[in-house]
């Protein structure tokens, strides 16, 4: 199919098929779907929307934790003895596939999803996407990491004691953990039965709104009476600096700069005692708790430690096999211990619509991790651990950086507020634009520095509207002029970066000509701010359109 004729769908998953060969990244993924399977799906839902059939996830690219039923695909939890081959979907991706969602394949994660570094899977740790010598966060890694690095759009993860959240934090993009129940957890691995909850990653807050749409189900259980909200402000819970403990240098100033900005926004913020809450996160690994994790694996990692364990993480199956010795009347002391902190908790949350915190106390690097595994983990969890205990809802989204680095934090509250904290979180949302790029600003190429430094983070590869035509001008870089024809255009690789809206001015001004920023095109109707090229500056100037784009220009063996 030529460029002019390809559709959308189609060329979305060309598109993340060609970023995952150029980002190089194979420890995110256990098993990718052939690519020829994949485009056959593709073509099935351009055929569908041309015939009208309303699928609002249409050509959404998507992955899945691989500890979540994908059939087609072994599900392994990371840990390739245990795999088994499912016969259908979980109903989560068959929800979005129902809505037009295609599924690229399954993601690495901490084995049996023990931990909140993203390291412990014979898979290989799973690396930042912007930060490659510090941990992804776990232990939905590999999913978060798809979602940055800009191959799929959405990513499904779960959460058990954070790693719906953590992995958003340290990755710069939103986590969205559901209350307990909304989203059904059936075809998933089970790390604690009683608390696990399947969650989403997106780039933005829309987009993994829409995904949660599609996956919920109709509570299982009875609302909670939730007492009726008096109007006025969203009433914001803060702890005291002193209670968040240790935290990376600039983190605390990036979290008082997040709760400055909800003030700005009309919020009122209220003081709360924060103990009960870290006492509780505490009690997730440190109590009996951790015994449901033998529930669900333990007699499976047994059997194959008394095999020699190959394929175990030792880490991981030290947590499990140690959890099995725990008496009885210590889950009874702790389930007493943990009702007395809830009614704490919820006491100090009062009539407040969300708590505000860190999603983590700091992003270690991968030696850092390496070298103290237990410790490190336990540090990650102070914020997180208590949400699912204490049966609570929870957003993560980003909040500006520190050094460079992603900095992000959460908005909690009580469970079947996800909407209202969803409301909340779009006040932390920075002003954005974006821009699409099609030359020198391409991952990897001579400029792409430029629009690193301005803060931009890669939303998707893509192609433009088959409108152009593509020249390689005599520059100093090399780059290419992308020109609007309309009628005897073509298709040209693109890629759509999302930057601070400051920074689009900043880059406008430093553009020398004949470039020149203009709307582009792109192959699913959308449209962004783009580079174009004065037609005056195509004299002389190669026409490249039949190469499709300027990388595969660079690489063909007769240049």
């Known amino acids: 199919m030529s460029p002019q004729t390809q559709p959308h769908a189609v060329a979305r998953v060309r598109a993340a098929y060609a970023r995952i060969e150029a980002t190089a990244r194979p420890e995110v993924w256990i098993d990718l779907r052939p690519q020829a399977e994949v485009e056959e799906e593709a073509r099935a839902i351009d055929t569908r929307l041309a ?30 003895a ?60 590999g999913s978060a990491v798809a979602v940055a690095l800009g191959i799929v759009d959405l990513a499904l993860g779960t959460d058990t004691a954070g790693s719906g959240r953590i992995p958003a934090a340290f990755n710069g993009i939103v986590g969205l953990k559901p209350t307990r129940g909304l989203v059904p957890t059936d075809g998933v691995v089970p790390a604690c039965a009683t608390l696990d909850c399947v969650t989403v990653f997106a780039r933005t807050l829309q987009e993994a709104e829409q995904a949660l749409a599609h996956m919920t189900s109709p509570p299982a259980r009875d609302l909670p009476a939730l007492p009726q909200r008096t109007p006025g402000p969203w009433r914001i819970a803060v702890p005291p600096r002193e209670q968040l403990g240790e935290l990376d240098e600039g983190w605390a100033e990036a979290y008082e700069e997040a709760a400055a900005q909800l003030r700005a926004a009309g919020a009122e913020l209220r003081p709360l005692d924060l103990a009960p809450f870290t006492d509780a996160a505490a009690m997730l690994y440190e109590g009996a708790f951790v015994a449901e994790r033998y529930t669900a694996v333990g007699s499976f990692v047994d059997k194959l430690l008394s095999e020699g364990g190959a394929g175990l993480d030792p880490t991981v199956a030290g947590i499990i096999t140690r959890a099995r010795d725990i008496p009885a009347h210590q889950l009874f002391a702790d389930q007493d211990r943990l009702a007395a902190l809830r009614t704490r908790a919820l006491v100090e949350l009062g009539d407040a619509d969300a708590l505000l915190l860190p999603t ?35 957003v993560a989204v980003p909040a500006g950086e520190v050094a460079g680095l992603p900095f992000g934090v959460m908005l909690i509250g009580p469970a079947f507020t996800d909407e209202r904290l969803a409301r909340i979180a779009r006040t932390l949302e920075a002003p954005t634009t974006r821009i699409a790029v099609v030359g020198a600003h391409l991952s990897g190429q ?68 004949p470039m020149a920023l203009g709307r582009v095109e792109l192959a699913d109707g959308d449209e962004a701010p783009g580079f174009l090229c004065e037609p005056g500056a195509l004299d002389g100037a190669r026409d490249i359109t039949t190469y499709g784009g300027w990388r595969a220009y660079l690489n063909s063996p007769d240049e």
């Open 51 to 80: 015939a009208g059939e309303p699928l609002p996830l249409a050509g959404k690219l998507f992955a899945a934790k691989g500890n979540i039923d994908v059939a087609g695909l072994p599900t392994t939890a990371g840990c390739p």
């Open 82 to 141: 245990y795999a088994y081959h499912p016969e259908a979907d979980a109903p989560v991706v068959a929800r979005l596939r129902a809505a037009g969602a295609i599924a690229l394949g399954t993601t690495n994660l901490d084995q049996f999803a023990t931990g909140l570094v993203g390291t412990r899977s014979p898979h290989g740790p799973v690396r930042n996407a912007i930060a490659p010598e510090r941990i992804s966060g776990g232990s939905s890694s």
């Open 360 to 394: 983590a106390p700091g992003h270690p690097t991968l030696a850092e991790v390496a070298a103290d595994p237990l410790g490190s983990n336990a540090r990650l969890g102070r914020f997180t651990n208590s949400t699912n205990l204490f049966d609570l809802a929870a």
């Open 446 to 513: 001579p400029l792409n520095g430029q629009l690193l430094s301005l803060g931009a983070r890669l939303e998707r590869t893509t192609r433009t509207a088959p409108v152009y035509r593509l020249h390689a001008l005599s520059t100093e870089p090399p780059k290419p002029g992308l020109v609007h024809v309309g009628e005897g255009g073509a298709a040209i690789e693109a890629e759509v970066w999302r930057l601070p809206a400051e920074g689009l001015g900043r880059l406008l001004a430093a553009l020398p000509r």
